[in-house]
């Protein structure tokens, strides 16, 4: 089978591999299509990872075609997202089922073998979020691992209904928590973003986009918010100047969450690490999802408004490839020859 393995800093490329067969719990999936994550440009360009050579790749839907235990037979044809992450399930956090602060844990797509290839050997049906309607298709389903981590965002917020957000970053994450928060009864919801095009992408889809280029937005958001500040606001840009937004334009007892991955040298400044004191806010982390069956399984209720058709997310893929354009679908992101929403290698287009 083909499979886009990266060898060390920036050697990704297309291989020729055997196809791995399963054996006991483990599934094979044939991958219908697998997200470009805003992390894995650095993982190829900058950062590399801990095991090569690696088929990269953690955003993935696909089709179970073969499985190793016959008890499984019945998930023969069912498609699927696949939740990435192997815990180890002996650490603390993993015993309370925050399997995404697991202390040792194997991740399919950067430690193993993810979703940019043909297929991918997942360990076992538990890693499986099955969809049930027909119309949402494998690109869409692939799209469940960014919405959970936007939906974890919101629930990180504690939004409650009736109040008002602001989402600093107006990319896929950012969109796809502005759909969470309606979905959760948010009042305004507001987005902003430096880049005309993002935030003009993002205004097409019916949200308000302030452009922070142009405009003093934490005057903006005041004035929008009746000069209380926003109740909640997430952080999704990871740079200075994100944070030092948040906690300028968050009301007196407001909730940051912080959810960008951050970039170097991040600062608060003086006076605004004074205001997080003064105004008594609430600061909170964000990693991944949550995937325990309880309180409730990010993942399957995901799936299920996805089945339900409450929620969307196929119209934020602007770009799409094949794994023989992959590399260069790569290059074009990191150079920034062009300018992404979401980009996913979609099986369906090596098949003609
Ligand atoms: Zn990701
Ligand atoms: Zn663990």
């Not at 094979?28 to 900058?46: Q, T, W």
């Not at 005309?196 to 205004?203: G, H, L, W």
């Not at 100047?241 to 170097?264: D, F, Q, Y």
């Not at 991040?266 to 605004?272: D, E, P, R, S």
């Amino acid at each position: 089978m083909k499979a886009m393995r990266l060898h060390a800093v920036n050697d990704f490329r297309l291989d020729e591999i055997e196809k791995p067969v399963p054996r006991g719990e483990e599934i094979l999936v044939k991958i219908g299509a697998c997200g470009i994550c805003g992390s894995d440009i650095p993982r190829v360009f900058e950062l590399g990872t801990r095991v090569y050579p690696v088929a990269l790749g953690h955003e993935f839907s696909g089709t179970v075609v073969e499985v190793g235990d016959e008890k499984n037979r019945d998930l023969i044809g069912k498609r699927a997202a696949v939740f990435p992450l192997i815990p180890c399930r002996q650490c603390p956090p993993c015993k309370i089922g925050s399997y995404c602060q697991c202390e040792n844990y194997d991740y399919l797509g950067s430690r193993s073998n993810g979703g940019f290839a043909e297929y991918c050997l997942v360990p076992s049906r538990w890693h499986l979020v099955f969809s049930e309607n027909p119309d949402v298709d494998l690109e869409e389903l692939c799209m469940v691992e960014p919405i959970c981590v936007a939906q974890h965002a919101i629930r990180r917020g504690d939004l409650h209904a009736g109040e008002n957000i602001v989402i600093l970053g107006a990319g896929p994450i950012g969109i796809l928590t502005a759909r969470w928060a309606r979905i959760f009864g948010a009042g305004q919801v507001i987005l902003t973003d430096i880049d005309e095009v993002k935030a003009e992408f993002a205004r097409e889809r019916g949200f308000t986009v302030i452009n922070s280029m142009k405009e003093d937005c934490v005057a903006r958001i005041h004035e929008m918010t009746g000069g209380r500040g926003a109740d909640v606001v997430i952080e999704g840009t990871g740079t200075s100047s994100g944070i030092n937004t948040a906690i300028e334009c968050v009301r007196v007892g407001g909730r940051v969450v912080m959810l960008g991955n951050p970039h170097k040298d991040t600062t608060i400044a003086l006076n605004n690490h004074s205001l997080l004191l003064r105004k008594e806010l609430v600061l909170s982390g964000v990693w991944n999802s949550y995937y325990e069956e309880f309180p409730i399984n990010e993942w399957k209720y995901t799936v299920h408004m996805l089945d339900t058709g409450r929620l969307q997310a196929a119209d934020l893929i602007t770009h799409r490839s094949g794994l023989d354009d992959l590399g260069h679908l790569f290059e074009q992101i990191h150079s920034r020859e062009i300018t992404i929403c979401k980009a996913v290698y979609s099986a369906r287009l090596d098949e003609k």
